[in-house]
């Protein structure tokens, strides 16, 4: 089974900074696909930016960036030009490109963002 | 176009009762997936159901139960409820059929058993 690990609750960043959130995650495949997802306070769950295994380029979206390191597990957000609206909890997720259960994504622990003016 | 609708937002229920979340997938999706949020955790899968087959079961005990319509909603079904399944319900909906569709999700259904 696949786990995803976020060892910082807590993270907080001042406005127009960046700042990094860290997520490890443990699996055999070697295919696969992995998410980062901010969840505000209004609790629905919007798609950052994802990531394919096999590409080896790291994905980018406007100010989100990530640093994959596949041989590492390891799959961080970076969010530049931090704004207020940033401050979420951050959810870094797994799927699983096998098996006929497409619509599984196991979830980390979270980390909150928050972002000072 | 609407994304992926639940109801009911909000609900209390008493230990020992039964509830039943309901779910729209965005239109034309076919998968629609379940997990449960408790609070200031990460999501847990629950189920995934696509074409109306089920497709996938988390580690749940068989009080949760879930079906997929012809129109493709879902509903999402506790039976004799504890105080531990008071949880945000979270609704995923997909297109299907191929792994890297992106999974939407909804709003929730807060559940809180008392």
């Known amino acids: 089974a696949q786990t995803v690990t976020q060892s910082q609750p807590e993270m907080s960043v001042q406005e127009a900074e960046t700042v990094t959130l860290s997520c490890t995650y443990d699996?055999?495949?070697?295919?696969?696909?992995l998410f980062w997802y901010k969840q505000p306070p209004s609790r629905q769950m919007i798609l950052v930016i994802r990531q394919e295994a096999y590409k080896q380029q790291n994905a980018t979206e406007n100010r989100f960036s990530v640093n994959f390191q596949k041989a590492a597990k390891s799959f961080s957000l970076k969010i530049s030009d931090s704004q207020l609206g940033d401050a979420a909890m951050y959810f870094c997720a797994y799927r699983s490109t096998g098996g006929t259960s497409y619509g599984k994504l196991t979830f980390g622990q979270g980390t909150i963002l928050t972002v000072h003016p | 176009d609407a994304g992926v609708t639940q109801s009911p937002t909000h609900l209390i229920k008493t230990r020992g009762q039964h509830v039943t979340l309901r779910c729209s997938p965005i239109?034309?999706?076919?998968?629609v997936s379940w997990y449960q949020q408790v609070l200031g955790q990460g999501p847990q899968f629950i189920f995934q159901?696509?074409?109306?087959?089920?497709?996938g079961r988390g580690n749940f005990p068989d009080r949760f139960s879930a079906r997929q319509f012809p129109n493709y909603s879902s509903e999402l079904n506790v039976n004799a409820l504890l105080l531990g399944d008071s949880a945000l319900y979270l609704c995923?909906?997909?297109?299907?059929?191929?792994?890297?569709?992106?999974?939407?999700f909804g709003e929730g259904s807060w559940l809180t058993v008392v």
């Open positions: 239109s034309g999706h076919k998968s």
């Open positions: 995923a909906s997909s297109l299907g059929g191929k792994v890297g569709n992106t999974i939407y």
């Open positions: 699996t055999s495949e070697s295919d696969y696909y």
């Open positions: 159901y696509y074409e109306k087959e089920e497709r």
